[in-house]
């Protein structure tokens, strides 16, 4: 009886224990990112993994020296990645461990193969983010040609950037102002402050350039993510622009335009607060990288996803989201 109660507590534990999912995030201190987490201990859940989260509190190096104290032989390992400095040293370790790794956040501008074998990427890419977001800008531009309210014969733009010394930050804001060039719009650039992506911080940031430049002289806010733009939008509030359904209504209004879809912005495009931003999905980031650790040894990884699969590296395509079709000619009402 004690044998076949042994066996038994093997071959169950055979079927519904699973290892150990380790996820080392650069920080979690955005909303975005607690999306993830929030999305990606319910899917380790279902699937009968356990799932431990260390936050590296925006140090790149706290992050790697908690992986480097943290990791063991054969553990799956999520890490976020922001600044390259350390993710070769990263790898290196999870290699020394025969880990499998998948990578999530900015972009990586090295082949990660190169440093490890049993390593993924798994994102949005950086350019299609940026190209999407002008495909909004344009269309409302295209729906309101009369946007230059002051008669300077430029677009007053106000951009609320990331991090200074992010690739991601550059790449959003540059093919912007190139798109502008590319098309021939005049813009006038208030400001590129870095405002770390942060929601605080960008409110502050646009309430100096609203009293530094008149609310009457900012004819749009481009921000490279979603927190950064709802700052900006509490500011307007507060001068009564861009309240609930301002667009439909003929109230006051500057078009504002953001990057994530974090729900907040979601809302905030459905009440005709903001006007667009560009969904990465966080359900969809979290599902692709369990099926990697699912099918870890698939040979043909493409047949199992629904994105493109290239050199250990899967992009979510961004999707635009905005209700520019039904504004209305009164939006620019004062």
């Given at each position: 009886?004690?044998?076949?109660?042994?066996?038994?507590?093997?071959?169950s534990s055979s079927v519904y224990a699973k290892e150990e999912i380790k996820a080392f995030f650069y920080t979690t201190n955005s909303v975005f990112m607690d999306h993830v987490k929030?999305?990606?201990?319910?899917?380790?859940?279902?699937?009968?993994?356990?799932?431990?989260?260390f936050d590296g509190d925006g140090d790149p190096k706290k992050q790697y020296d908690q992986l480097r104290n943290h990791i063991s032989i054969g553990d799956l390992v999520v890490i976020s990645i922001s600044e390259e400095e350390y993710l070769e040293k990263m790898l290196k370790a999870a290699r020394e461990h025969d880990a499998r790794v998948v990578l999530f956040g900015s972009s990586?501008?090295?082949?990660?193969?190169?440093?490890?074998?049993?390593?993924?990427?798994?994102?949005?890419?950086?350019?299609?983010?940026?190209?999407?977001?002008?495909?909004?800008i344009s269309k409302y531009l295209s729906r309101f040609p009369r946007y230059d309210k002051n008669a300077n014969g430029f677009l007053d733009v106000v951009f609320l950037q990331g991090r200074e010394n992010e690739f991601s930050t550059h790449v959003r804001t540059q093919v912007i102002v190139e798109s502008f060039e590319k098309?021939?719009?005049?813009?006038?650039?208030?400001?590129?402050?870095?405002?770390?992506y942060s929601y605080s911080l960008a409110y502050d940031d646009f309430n100096e350039q609203l009293r530094k430049h008149g609310i009457e002289n900012i004819e749009m806010v481009i921000s490279n993510n979603d927190s950064m733009a709802l700052g900006a939008i509490k500011a307007l509030n507060e001068r009564k622009y861009n309240?609930?359904?301002?667009?439909?209504?003929?109230?006051?209004?500057?078009?504002?335009?953001?990057?994530?879809?974090?729900?907040?912005?979601?809302?905030?495009?459905?009440?005709?607060?903001m006007t667009g931003t560009v969904i990465a999905d966080y359900s969809a980031l979290s599902r692709v990288i369990m099926m990697i650790f699912q099918n870890a040894n698939s040979e043909d990884f493409q047949k199992i996803v629904w994105y493109k699969t290239e050199e250990r590296t899967i992009f979510i395509p961004y999707r635009e989201f905005s209700k520019i079709k039904v504004y209305n000619a009164h939006s620019h009402k004062r």
């Open positions: 009886k004690c044998i076949l109660a042994l066996i038994f507590l093997l071959l929030t999305t990606l201990s319910k899917m380790a859940k279902q699937r009968n993994y356990t799932i431990s989260f990586p501008s090295a082949n990660i193969a190169k440093y490890y074998d049993k390593a993924w990427y798994v994102g949005f890419e950086i350019f299609d983010s940026a190209r999407k977001q002008f495909s909004l098309y021939g719009i005049k813009v006038n650039p208030l400001s590129y402050n870095y405002d770390d309240r609930p359904h301002s667009f439909f209504n003929g109230h006051r209004h500057i078009p504002v335009f953001g990057v994530d879809g974090i729900t907040d912005a979601l809302r905030s495009v459905d009440a005709g607060m």
